[in-house]
């Protein structure tokens, strides 16, 4: 059963522009930070979305819990298009989807104790009494792991340390019980040390709740033990889709090549393909014709940079961008 569906999505960022370059310029420009992506996610699946610093990964969660207004395209929740909601029915549904943030630090109000944090989404929402709230962000307090409940609860952020945070984090998260959670880049604030026992109770969350994940992370590695499939996105386009095991063992697109070839092995004795992109991501204001990968691409030919590769679907669940499978 598909719980979400993101159709044709796209979201451009006019450029701020001063007054005499305004006036100068004839057209309008735009951060093409999603430009036209569509994938379906699985009620309990986890969808990991990769990609570089760029590609529009943090954009793409923030449209699916509609922290962002699309500015064309659809997004199916349940049936229903939330790209179109507002007020009542907007606040509503978002008792069913939530989104962590990557800097918890800078997520949580300075000033307010750890236990108003995630209860004020109950207030804010109208459930229950004041009671009634204190003792269940007392319990999801004790189910992110920050027990005893009692000796948090008015604790405030500089008090906590970065796992610490992080689960008040996932505990403001699932407070409202929600279906859907977008957690992007949920383990890049916390130590080594601390990063699996984040993973555990994600995972443990979602069998508990029966949770359904977009698992937004740029550390291909963790994503491989989380995942149940992978969507690679390229300067606002999804250039490959399959399951965890196909994209990792034998990666279709050459992006996604690169990407896995620069996952460390711990063993020294095994050679890797060095197909790791040469130069930068270029500007989404100005993105490349044709495939926009092919300036860094060290399979392109005269197609490339002349028409746009489609999403084909090749089979079996797995979908690839790019002419050398045209």
Request: some cysteine.
């Amino acid at each position: 059963m598909t719980l979400v569906e993101v159709r044709n999505i796209k979201k451009y960022f006019p450029v701020t522009k001063g007054f005499i370059d305004s006036l100068m310029a004839r057209d309008a420009q735009y951060v093409r930070a999603v430009d036209g992506i569509s994938f379906k996610i699985k009620k309990g699946e986890v969808l990991g979305l990769a990609g570089e610093s760029g590609s529009g990964k943090t954009t793409t969660g923030r449209l699916c819990v509609r922290l962002l207004r699309p500015t064309e395209g659809e997004i199916i929740y349940d049936g229903k298009d939330i790209a179109k909601l507002k007020g009542r029915e907007l606040r509503m549904i978002r008792r069913r989807i939530q989104f962590t943030f990557q800097d918890p630090t800078s997520s949580l109000n300075p000033r307010l104790g750890i236990g108003n944090a995630i209860g004020d989404a109950l207030r804010l929402q109208g459930i229950g009494d004041s009671k009634e709230r204190f003792q269940r962000t007392e319990e999801i307090l004790e189910r992110v792991g920050l027990s005893p409940a009692s000796s948090f609860y008015n604790r405030l952020p500089h008090q906590l340390s970065g796992g610490q945070k992080q689960r008040v984090v996932f505990g403001r998260a699932i407070i409202l019980n929600p279906e859907f959670v977008v957690t992007d880049e949920p383990v890049a604030m916390v130590d080594v040390s601390i990063k699996a026992q984040i993973l555990d109770l994600m995972m443990d969350l979602k069998k508990e709740l029966n949770l359904t994940y977009l698992f937004i992370s740029h550390d291909l590695a963790t994503s491989r033990h989380v995942c149940d499939r992978i969507a690679v996105m390229y300067l606002g386009k999804i250039v490959e889709v399959a399951d965890k095991d196909s994209i990792y063992e034998d990666p279709l697109h050459p992006y996604s090549v690169g990407l896995m070839s620069a996952i460390p092995v711990p063993n020294p004795q095994v050679k890797k393909a060095e197909a790791v992109p040469r130069g930068e991501i270029p500007s989404p204001i100005n993105p490349p014709s044709g495939c926009r990968f092919h300036p860094r691409c060290p399979k392109a030919f005269e197609r490339c940079p002349n028409e746009e590769p489609e999403l084909l679907d090749l089979g079996d669940g797995r979908m690839v961008a790019c002419h050398l499978y045209g």
